[in-house]
């Protein structure tokens, strides 16, 4: 895939959680110098703040951090669901209105939480900012998580491999599960692997059942 890679994050009011991934999902791309492979935004599944910025306490924790961005709330669309290729939502409460109001994102809309293993990003509207911290450092993690999944998988598909199984992500590499492979997508896949830089001596040995793990590329690599 040479066109970005396009992520929406979706939360209830599109004043704190979502703008929050947003920012930080950002920052993360800036430090890897991954901008111009994704294309980001969030929108929220009401109405009630569209138009605002966002919420002074989201604001104050992104300046801490870093990843401050201007931001105006704004309600999801179907021309939304439509265009991007992950919705990652904070709660399920999002998961359902999002399902219910557009039953074609099922398939692209999934929890952001998923990307450690389950749970929900709790809205921190009524709490303190110290909730809104907690909120910042959940969303973190999960989102290094996320990048270093999308832009391997990016990487292989640019490479025209069909998309193996993800057995587990760490923030360098990618650990791969190619389970039932047919004997082109093997071959091609054990080309592809054995043409990259090896992180260590028979890391892309070509094995039925073969678990290899899949470096990602940086600012310098494809
Ligand atoms: P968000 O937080 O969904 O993370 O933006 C909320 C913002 C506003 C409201 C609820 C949650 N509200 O009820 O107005």
Redesign the pocket.
């Known amino acids: 895939m040479d066109r970005p890679v396009r992520v929406l994050f979706v939360?209830?009011?599109?004043?704190?959680?979502?703008?929050m991934a947003e920012g930080i999902f950002r920052k993360l791309l800036k430090e890897r110098g991954l901008e111009d492979r994704f294309e980001v935004d969030s929108a929220?599944t009401?109405a009630?703040?569209v138009g605002e910025p966002m919420?002074p306490r989201a604001r104050r924790v992104l300046e801490e951090e870093g990843a401050y961005f201007p931001h105006v709330a704004r309600r999801l669309t179907r021309e939304d669901v439509l265009a991007y290729d992950h919705i990652l939502v904070?709660d399920r409460e999002n998961l359902e209105e999002v399902l219910r109001r557009f039953p074609e994102a099922r398939g692209k809309v999934r929890l952001v939480l998923e990307e450690l293993g389950g749970g929900e990003v709790q809205?921190?509207?009524y709490g303190d900012l110290e909730d809104f911290r907690e909120v910042y450092w959940t969303l973190e993690a999960a989102l290094q998580a996320f990048r270093a999944e999308a832009r391997g998988l990016q990487a292989l598909a640019e490479r025209g491999v069909r998309v193996p199984q993800v057995h587990w992500v760490g923030e360098e590499g990618l650990v791969l599960a190619y389970l039932e492979p047919g004997p082109e997508d093997w071959e091609g896949l054990a080309r592809t692997l054995a043409a990259l830089p090896r992180r260590r001596e028979g890391s892309y040995l070509a094995e039925p059942g073969f678990l290899g793990t899949f470096p990602l590329p940086g600012r310098e690599g494809g």
């Open positions: 939360c209830l009011g599109n004043i704190c959680r979502s703008p929220g009401g009630w703040h919420d904070m809205d921190p509207y």
